[in-house]
């Protein structure tokens, strides 16, 4: 199995770093294969240009999509599983991977006559400051996973796991406790995609 990670920290000194490393440690001790965009890292562009948008908004299947958004749907097609990694900012992805949804689910790729590939699995490991429970009694949790699974996913791809590592702020002491534990599960997940 050949997975694509979708990785966005903007810092290597994070906890999301260490989740990123345990799950790849998983994924080739199992035998099998990633490949990796590192959005900060590539420094990928996540504002959609006028011309982007009016492809989009005109339901276009005009060639001409620009090469940085046709590698990342070329990674996509290549792969067998995806799986994203960032932390919660404002109950959402960071505004660098909204952009990159933006951009790379294209009218024609993601959406409309699609080419995009049906991806057998997906995986989203997300980081949260604040704990689970919180996050579920507000609702908040809920509201994370209908935009990712609900709408970004959906269809395209079978099966999906949403795994949220909560309690992880700076400022709790849980976030200690939490560490080693957490990274066990991120390198399982791994193991068995
Ligand atoms: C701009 C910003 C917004 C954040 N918003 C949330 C939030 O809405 N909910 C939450 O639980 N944590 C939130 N956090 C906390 C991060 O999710 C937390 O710092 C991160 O998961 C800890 O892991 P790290 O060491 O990888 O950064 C936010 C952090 C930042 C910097």
């Given at each position: 199995?050949?997975v694509?990670?979708v990785y966005c920290?903007?810092?290597?000194d994070?906890?999301?770093?260490?989740v990123r490393?345990?799950?790849?440690k998983g994924?080739?001790?199992?035998?099998n294969?990633?490949?990796?965009?590192?959005?900060?890292?590539?420094?990928f562009?996540?504002?959609?240009?006028?011309?982007e948008?009016?492809?989009d908004s005109n339901?276009?299947?005009?060639?001409?999509?620009?090469?940085?958004?046709?590698?990342?749907?070329?990674?996509?097609n290549?792969?067998?599983?995806i799986a994203f990694?960032y932390?919660?900012?404002?109950?959402?992805?960071?505004?660098?991977?909204v952009g990159?949804f933006?951009?790379v689910?294209?009218y024609?790729?993601?959406?409309?006559n699609k080419t995009?590939?049906?991806?057998?699995k997906?995986?989203i490991?997300?980081?949260?400051g604040?704990?689970?429970e919180y996050?579920e009694e507000?609702?908040?949790?809920?509201s994370?996973?209908k935009v990712?699974?609900g709408d970004r996913l959906?269809?395209r791809?079978k099966e999906?796991d949403f795994?949220v590592?909560?309690?992880?702020?700076k400022?709790?002491?849980?976030?200690?406790?939490?560490?080693?534990?957490?990274?066990?599960i991120?390198?399982r997940?791994?193991y068995?995609?």
């Amino acid at each position: 199995m050949k997975v694509f990670i979708v990785y966005c920290h903007p810092s290597e000194d994070s906890f999301t770093r260490n989740v990123r490393d345990s799950f790849i440690k998983g994924i080739v001790d199992s035998g099998n294969e990633y490949v990796i965009s590192d959005l900060y890292k590539m420094n990928f562009r996540t504002d959609m240009s006028e011309k982007e948008y009016l492809r989009d908004s005109n339901y276009s299947t005009e060639p001409g999509l620009e090469s940085d958004v046709l590698a990342e749907q070329e990674k996509i097609n290549s792969a067998d599983a995806i799986a994203f990694i960032y932390p919660v900012f404002w109950t959402e992805a960071p505004a660098k991977l909204v952009g990159w949804f933006d951009r790379v689910w294209s009218y024609g790729f993601a959406y409309g006559n699609k080419t995009m590939k049906v991806l057998d699995k997906a995986i989203i490991l997300c980081t949260a400051g604040k704990n689970t429970e919180y996050l579920e009694e507000l609702g908040l949790l809920g509201s994370m996973k209908k935009v990712m699974l609900g709408d970004r996913l959906y269809n395209r791809v079978k099966e999906s796991d949403f795994v949220v590592f909560g309690g992880m702020s700076k400022a709790l002491k849980l976030r200690h406790t939490n560490w080693d534990k957490y990274l066990k599960i991120a390198y399982r997940k791994g193991y068995t995609l």
